[in-house]
């Protein structure tokens, strides 16, 4: 038989056609249970305090370009969602006089309008997000040249390259409502996958490229980035791979909270920790790799259980 129809979306594949016995066990989880989930590969840590969650984030930058050396050159890969640890970077770099003129960063993903990304006048750029609340803070005697940071574009070659060319030592992620790290979005329900989602080895064969939107991605991010206004959010990106992910040493996943609901950071952590693999939930393809870290804030873990407001 057929999985059952997205109760969201029925045009696409999503969380809300697995297993219902799965969905149970997720919700019933408590922070001390998420803890408990850690498994050779896969780890998950808990920070009680935000100052606590972005400085920790933030200094996975600098750990990582504190590597790289001109004849070895080091670098991270870095979201917007969450933002709040760039400005630290920045701040760490200049106040520990941290030459970083070697290290590389890449983006993971940027809007797509009229198949053209979006330039930096835009007011969603994510470039333009980073440039104003990391790189352009540096100081420019420390400053990796602007030829070390790299951001995706429609025309991938250049961005490709760059993968082969530069260790990555972490990619770092949010964790979106539809379950995605960047915007690897779960597929459309269309054939030959319209019966059941894309088998696991087909999904990891996908690299950097131009994607179309789940409707829930189009929405979440009007909520947390537009003030709620869907219709100036755009309904396509170009993202990072899962093909990347597994060039990096590290994929550290970071959740305070206001990207994804309780349930969500549940659902993925316990099918990374199971090895659960489902192309419906694309953040679940993370169990395979080698090395993952969820890192969440305490109070942003809330509970499933219902209450009426």
């Known amino acids: 038989m057929a999985?059952?129809?997205?109760?969201?979306?029925?045009?696409?594949?999503?969380?809300?056609?697995?297993d219902e016995e799965l969905l149970r066990d997720a919700a019933r989880l408590t922070v001390d249970d998420l803890v408990q989930l850690s498994r050779p590969g896969f780890r998950v840590v808990i920070y009680d305090t935000l100052e606590e969650f972005y400085l920790a984030e933030a200094l996975e930058y600098i750990n990582a370009w504190r590597q790289s050396t001109e004849d070895n050159p080091v670098g991270i890969c870095g979201p917007i969602g969450p933002?709040?640890?760039?400005?630290?970077?920045?701040?760490?770099?200049?106040?520990?006089?941290?030459?970083v003129r070697s290290a590389h960063f890449w983006g993971m993903d940027e809007w797509v309008?009229?198949?053209?990304?979006?330039?930096?006048?835009?007011?969603?750029?994510?470039?333009?997000?980073?440039?104003e609340l990391c790189f352009d803070r540096i100081d420019p005697r420390l400053r990796m040249p602007d030829e070390h940071l790299h951001f995706p574009k429609v025309d991938t070659t250049e961005y490709v390259k760059s993968w082969e060319q530069v260790r990555c030592a972490v990619m770092q992620g949010g964790q979106g409502e539809v379950k995605h790290w960047a915007f690897n979005d779960p597929p459309r329900r269309e054939p030959?996958?319209?019966?059941?989602?894309?088998?696991?080895?087909?999904?990891?064969?996908?690299?950097?490229?131009?994607?179309?939107?789940?409707?829930?991605?189009?929405?979440?991010n009007a909520r947390t980035s537009g003030g709620g206004y869907v219709a100036g959010v755009p309904t396509q990106a170009v993202?990072?791979?899962?093909?990347?992910?597994?060039?990096a040493e590290k994929v550290s996943i970071w959740q305070a909270g206001m990207h994804d609901n309780p349930f969500g950071q549940r659902l993925t952590a316990l099918m990374i920790s199971k090895r659960i693999v489902d192309t419906s939930v694309p953040m679940s393809l993370l169990a395979d790799h080698p090395n993952v870290q969820f890192n969440y804030y305490r109070h942003g873990l809330g509970t499933c259980e219902v209450e009426m407001h």
Request: charge should be negative; charged fraction near 30%; avoid cysteine.
């Open 192 to 220: 030959p996958w319209d019966q059941e989602p894309p088998p696991p080895e087909e999904y990891r064969k996908l690299g950097t490229r131009v994607v179309d939107l789940h409707p829930m991605t189009v929405i979440q």
């Open 239 to 247: 993202t990072v791979g899962p093909v990347e992910p597994w060039k």
């Open 3 to 18: 999985r059952r129809l997205s109760v969201v979306a029925p045009d696409w594949w999503d969380y809300t056609t697995l």
């Open 83 to 99: 933002t709040e640890q760039l400005p630290l970077v920045a701040r760490l770099v200049n106040e520990l006089e941290l030459d």
């Open 113 to 131: 309008v009229d198949g053209r990304e979006v330039p930096l006048s835009h007011p969603l750029s994510f470039e333009r997000a980073d440039r």
